[in-house]
């Protein structure tokens, strides 16, 4: 990791539920201090309405986002690459560090149903930012 701002990357497959919820995570949490991307190998058309409604309810907004593609520009940039569920779709680019994070698809689940993969999230966003800044 460089001496600037680390960057992290998170990345599912839709680029709807889990990866957006980290990255609404590490945003709020993170305070400036990380710089935050997301991507999904096969974005989806809209953010999961279910996954906004469970970020909401802890006070982080991520209603206005939109699931993008993963680029590998993105993969290249980043110092932390965090993958949920994507296999091998993710480019590895040697001095990268990786992370795959099994944490439940919140697609089409209920809101009870998503907000312990949201709380989970949140805790492994603690924890990451935690060794980013050691």
């Known amino acids: ?3 600037e701002t680390p960057s992290v990357l998170f990345v599912c497959v839709h680029n709807a539920g889990r990866s957006q ?5 590490t945003e709020a949490l993170g305070g400036g201090r990380v710089r935050v991307l997301s991507g999904g190998s ?3 058309s809209a953010i999961n309405p279910t996954a906004v409604a469970a970020m909401a309810e802890v006070g982080i ?4 986002r939109q699931p993008r593609a993963m680029q590998v520009d993105d993969v290249r940039a ?4 965090i993958t949920m569920g994507c296999g091998d779709a993710c480019p590895v ?3 990268k560090r990786y992370e795959d994070w099994e944490l439940t698809d919140p697609a089409g689940l209920p809101l009870e ?7 989970e999230i949140e805790s492994r966003v603690r924890a990451l930012l935690s060794s980013l800044e050691h």
């Open 21 to 25: 919820m980290a990255a609404g995570f």
């Open 61 to 64: 907004d991520i209603a206005g």
């Open 78 to 81: 980043s110092d932390v690459v």
């Open 42 to 44: 096969e974005p989806g």
């Open 1 to 3: 990791m460089s001496d």
């Open 113 to 119: 149903q998503v907000r312990p993969i949201r709380d």
């Open 93 to 95: 680019f040697p001095g």
